[in-house]
C-alpha cells in the first residue's frame, strides 16, 4: 500500500510561483513512476507531469518551461515547482504514484492551488 500526501497549495498572485511536495509512504520508492495531476470541476483529470525513478520527466504542452518536477529518491518525496503561475493553473493538484508497466496507480488528498489577483 503507497501512502501520498501533498501541501504546498495556496493562493497566489498571477506571475507567482508555488511549491508543491508530494511525500510518499512506501518502500522502494524508486521503482515507482511519480505524476503530478490536477482538475477542476467538471474537468476531467489531466497530466502535468511525470518522473520515472531514473528522473526522466514528462511535462503537458501547457505547462512547459514554467513547471519542474523533482525527486529524491532517498526522501521518498517530489516536488513540483512553478513558476509564471496563471489563473487557468488553478486546480486541485494530485500526487500519484504507480509501478512501471501497470495503469493501477495510488492518489493523494489533493492540494488546492488558485491563482487570482
Known amino acids: 500500500q503507497v501512502q501520498l500526501v501533498e501541501s504546498g497549495g495556496g493562493l497566489v498572485q498571477p506571475g507567482g510561483s508555488l511549491r508543491l511536495s508530494c511525500a510518499a509512504s512506501?518502500?522502494?520508492?524508486?521503482?515507482?513512476?511519480m505524476g503530478w495531476y490536477r482538475q477542476t470541476p467538471g474537468k476531467q483529470r489531466e497530466l502535468v507531469a511525470t518522473?520515472?525513478?531514473?528522473?526522466?520527466?514528462n511535462y503537458a504542452d501547457s505547462v512547459k518551461v514554467r513547471f519542474t518536477i523533482s525527486r529524491d529518491n532517498a526522501k521518498n518525496t517530489v516536488w513540483l515547482q512553478m513558476n509564471s503561475l496563471k489563473p487557468e493553473d488553478t486546480a486541485v493538484y494530485y500526487c500519484?504514484?504507480?509501478?512501471?508497466?501497470?495503469?493501477?496507480?495510488?492518489w493523494g488528498q489533493g492540494t488546492q492551488v488558485t491563482v487570482s489577483s
Open positions: 512506501v518502500n522502494a520508492f524508486s521503482i515507482y513512476t
Open positions: 518522473i520515472t525513478g531514473g528522473g526522466s520527466t
Open positions: 500519484n504514484a504507480r509501478r512501471a508497466g501497470s495503469l493501477l496507480g495510488y
